[in-house]
């Protein structure tokens, strides 16, 4: 053999006792890592559609027996659940997590499912900034002439909070509503017939396209259902009666439907909400009559009594505000019909607004100050922890309408300075009572 091919051999043997060499120490590392315990490999944080909250899920670097709630500390505080699968540990929250907020998660006991050896392990993530929608109309009573006005156009606008970017997803000459429905937006505009028109945006790629109507008519009250359907109230424009009927419209199979009363009747609604994470909607009919009512009509209909307003829905879908003559407002929740009266005992000040906290029990709330039917001053207060001013309105400044973010961290106050002024949105933080930004729009939309 020549000196050549010696080498050769040479180096391939170097080459085998290095790759032998590195594979026992490999497992040496492994073995090792095994007997010190489980520790954390991989973590992820993910929006779970279903529920509507997020998940977080730990993946150990060997399997672990199950892991119960009372070992795992969350901070900041928030309500979960967890299973453990193999390796895998995962919580699943049972409301939003805060916006542009760090979690630290502290699990004090964890067993190794083979060797026993019992291990602590604490890991911390960040929640994503706050992105939310809106819808910015153009200003008539800023517009000059008719030719500015024929060139302006309705936008729905998408935004993050944080860094304040914001970016356009569809524009129109006269946008009257939208509903955010998964990945998609659902837009009802109207024609220069005063026709309404659906049509559907797809936020990633930008993709617009028609959804059919019941005929030629007029839309209103349009709003998610859950993440593939919506409903709207729908009147024939050769109706005589202007009659609205409830429409549930199916976006990925491109149908719709009708809701029917008792007998197959035609049901006269005069608003809705969704309710029960789209499992069920209410309606209010005829003689302030409040119906519960089963989406695709497996159920019967149930009443729920009578109101002259329906308000807002609390994120989980469970509970509903709403308003009667002579009572005032309500909440009420669909699971035992329990009412709870929504009082505020100060003076001469009346609820003139109120939505749902999410996380906690509790109201954001409008509160007029009323003496000798002059309005002193409005204000928007907090009921928890304890009754709070976040925001004063001067008159004749007015509001039009409240909502509080998922996670109970922001209120977001719509108003108008007059008639026919354009709708501004105040955003404030619940936390501190400071007012995080305006925008020159509304009907806010949480993502």
Request: glycine share 6%.
């Amino acid at each position: 053999m020549n000196t050549r091919g010696w080498r050769w051999i040479c180096q391939r043997k170097r080459f085998l006792f290095a790759v032998i060499g590195l594979l026992i120490i490999l497992s040496t590392l492994i073995a090792l890592s095994y007997l010190q315990g489980p520790r954390v490999r991989n973590a992820v944080l993910v929006d779970d559609p279903n529920t509507g909250y997020q998940t977080f899920q730990l993946e150990f670097n060997q399997p672990v027996k199950p892991i119960e709630p009372h070992a795992i500390q969350i901070t900041p505080q928030a309500d979960f659940t967890a299973t453990t699968n193999n390796a895998t540990v995962t919580i699943q929250f049972r409301q939003r997590l805060l916006s542009n907020a760090q979690y630290h998660v502290a699990i004090a006991q964890i067993t190794g499912a083979s060797i026993q050896q019992i291990t602590a392990a604490s890991y911390h993530f960040n929640t994503p900034p706050a992105q939310l929608y809106y819808l910015k109309h153009h200003s008539l009573a800023e517009t000059k002439t008719e030719f500015y006005a024929a060139q302006s156009t309705d936008a729905i606008m998408q935004m993050n909070l944080a860094t304040k970017h914001e970016k356009t997803l569809y524009q129109a000459a006269q946008i009257v509503q939208y509903a955010v429905v998964g990945s998609r937006i659902v837009v009802h505009t109207m024609n220069d017939a005063k026709i309404s028109e659906l049509h559907q945006v797809d936020t990633k790629t930008g993709t617009v396209s028609t959804l059919p109507l019941p005929g030629k008519g007029i839309v209103s009250r349009l709003r998610a259902i859950d993440n593939g359907t919506v409903g709207y109230l729908f009147a024939k424009a050769d109706s005589k009666d202007k009659t609205n009927n409830l429409i549930v419209h199916d976006i990925a199979a491109q149908r719709h439907h009708t809701i029917f009363g008792l007998n197959a009747q035609s049901l006269p609604v005069y608003d809705w909400r969704p309710v029960s994470r789209g499992a069920a909607v209410v309606v209010r009919t005829r003689g302030d009559d409040v119906l519960l009512v089963d989406p695709t009509g497996k159920h019967a209909m149930q009443p729920l009594g009578q109101a002259a307003a329906l308000g807002d829905v609390s994120y989980d879908g469970k509970n509903i505000i709403m308003m009667k003559t002579g009572e005032g407002y309500f909440a009420l929740n669909l699971e035992n019909s329990k009412k709870s009266p929504i009082t505020h005992q100060q003076g001469n000040d009346v609820i003139s607004l109120a939505a749902f906290l999410h996380t906690r029990s509790g109201y954001s709330m409008e509160i007029t100050s009323v003496n000798q039917q002059h309005i002193l001053q409005r204000q928007t207060i907090l009921t928890y922890p304890t009754k709070r001013v976040i925001h004063q309105t001067t008159p004749p400044a007015y509001t039009t309408n409240i909502t509080v973010s998922p996670n109970d961290q922001y209120t977001t106050i719509e108003q108008k300075s007059t008639a026919d002024s354009a709708t501004k949105t105040h955003i404030i933080d619940n936390k501190t009572s400071q007012m995080v930004y305006t925008l020159d729009g509304k009907a806010i939309v949480w993502s």
